[in-house]
């Protein structure tokens, strides 16, 4: 019987990333597991603008990358793209989660420093605390 049936993997463009999905691939082969791939676009909301540091277009582009680099290791794995305000990641991953049902997340550390991780929150400290299931955070 495998570990983990389904994987949520959260990835976003940070350096941290293609361990990420070095670590999912490890982990979905040892468990034979289909694997779902979110990034989600944080979008800055103020009265007059809605921005984001990144076009729809380019988050579908490094969502297929990264699915393509698991299948090509054997890996089912499928593209995932969510939208959400900044500081609300965190419930987008958990979301798809329970959806999908996994039975583990697997995400990066952005290893912001400890002030901003304090006014902040880090999006994996707050998928670590919201999640009902077992999450594993890569550095």
């Not at 793209?81 to 697997?106: C, F, Q, T």
Request: proline share 1%; net charge negative.
């Amino acid at each position: 019987m495998p570990m983990f049936e389904r994987i949520v993997v959260a990835v976003d463009e940070s350096e941290t990333a293609e361990r990420v999905l070095a670590a999912t691939q490890e982990l979905a082969i040892l468990s034979r597991a289909e694997v779902w791939i979110l990034h989600v676009v944080e979008r800055e909301v103020s009265k007059f603008t809605v921005s984001s540091q990144e076009t729809t277009a380019e988050a579908r582009a490094f969502v297929e990358a990264a699915v393509q680099k698991l299948a090509s290791a054997g890996v089912a794995a499928h593209g995932e793209l969510a939208h959400a305000v900044y500081g609300y990641a965190a419930r987008e991953i958990i979301n798809l989660a329970s959806e999908r049902d996994a039975g583990v997340i697997v995400m990066g550390s952005r290893g912001r420093g400890d002030l901003a991780g304090l006014l902040v929150g880090s999006t994996a400290h707050k998928v670590i605390h919201l999640s009902d299931r077992p999450v594993v955070v890569v550095r």
